[in-house]
């Protein structure tokens, strides 16, 4: 029996190791259509089954924590962040991974993003005199 244990043990050690490489991946799931870009700057689900959506929830959220950080180190909304980040993304994934289309064209986007910054930025500074 105990010489049974010790090889059991290992596979279920092995087998547990194992799965986070059977993951799926974000290059994976983009490349199998399953998520897309969009311009929100979080990807979307194009099939919804439970590997797709759990990968969904695990990257938003990472880039929520993401955006968040960068927005207020340069003064900006998290959703401006992520705005500009989605116009980017998208830009960059290229004809047929694009999930949504913009509600604003991206010049204006970042224009706004980069007025907001200033004017916040002028505001403190005149707080400060």
Same mark, same amino acid.
């Given at each position: 029996?105990?010489?049974?244990?010790? +090889?059991?043990?290992?596979?279920?050690?092995?087998?547990?190791a194992?799965q +986070?490489a059977?993951a799926? *991946?974000?290059?994976?799931?983009?490349? %199998?259509? $399953? &998520?897309? #870009? *969009?311009?929100? @700057?979080?990807?979307?689900?194009r %099939? %919804?089954? @439970? #590997? *797709?959506?759990?990968? =969904? !929830?695990?990257?938003?959220?990472g $880039?929520?924590?993401?955006y968040?950080r960068?927005?207020q180190?340069n003064?900006? *909304?998290?959703?401006? &962040?992520?705005?500009?980040? @989605?116009? !980017?993304?998208v #830009? $960059?994934?290229?004809?047929?991974r =694009?999930r949504?289309?913009?509600?604003? +064209?991206?010049?204006?986007?970042i224009? !706004?993003?980069?007025?907001?910054?200033?004017?916040? !930025?002028?505001r403190?500074?005149?707080?400060?005199d």
């Amino acid at each position: 029996m105990r010489a049974l244990r010790m +090889p059991l043990l290992a596979a279920l050690l092995l087998i547990g190791a194992a799965q +986070p490489a059977l993951a799926l *991946t974000l290059d994976e799931a983009r490349l %199998q259509g $399953r &998520v897309g #870009e *969009t311009f929100s @700057g979080y990807i979307a689900a194009r %099939q %919804q089954d @439970g #590997e *797709t959506q759990a990968l =969904v !929830k695990r990257i938003n959220a990472g $880039r929520s924590v993401e955006y968040q950080r960068i927005a207020q180190q340069n003064n900006l *909304t998290t959703d401006q &962040v992520a705005r500009i980040a @989605g116009a !980017k993304l998208v #830009e $960059r994934a290229g004809a047929g991974r =694009v999930r949504a289309r913009p509600q604003r +064209p991206v010049d204006a986007e970042i224009k !706004k993003a980069r007025r907001h910054a200033w004017q916040s !930025k002028h505001r403190a500074n005149n707080n400060n005199d």
